[in-house]
Nanobody
Framework: QVQLVESGGGLVQPGGSLRLSCAAS????????MNWYRQAPGKQRELVAA???????NYADSLKDRFTISRDNAKNTVYLQMNSLKPEDTAVYYC?????????????WGQGTQVTVSS
């Protein structure tokens, strides 16, 4: 069983920055890829960024210049640094990790943290 708890969301003005954190427990954190997703009102959940156990990163093309994902394996925590925020970044941001047992994939999600970009 994996537990994920996000924090760090809030209200920020356009052009501002936020750093989201996701604390993980219940598994060997360092072995697994960690992901950040977001879901805006009326839209599908989308992948924002991912970081592998070895530290390789992937980003949504439209976000790679402004967002940075990182991890601290000693703290079992993954971060999402968001800079130059825009109103269209407003969404609930979710931490995610996946486990594969045989052919079955298990998705674990945090409760989400609201990010609102508005003046």
């Amino acid at each position: 069983q994996v537990q994920l708890v996000e924090s760090g969301g809030g209200l920020v003005q356009p052009g501002g920055s936020l750093r989201l954190s996701c604390a993980a427990s219940g598994s060997i954190f360092s072995l697994y890829t960690m992901n950040w997703y977001r879901q805006a009102p009326g839209k599908q959940r989308e992948l924002v960024a991912a970081i592998s156990s070895g530290g390789s990163t992937n980003y949504a093309d439209s976000l790679k210049d402004r967002f940075t994902i990182s991890r601290d394996n000693a703290k079992n925590t993954v971060y999402l640094q968001m800079n130059s925020l825009k109103p269209e970044d407003t969404a609930v941001y979710y931490c995610n990790t996946k486990r594969f047992i045989g052919a079955t994939r298990y998705d674990y999600w945090g409760q989400g943290t609201q990010v609102t970009v508005s003046s």
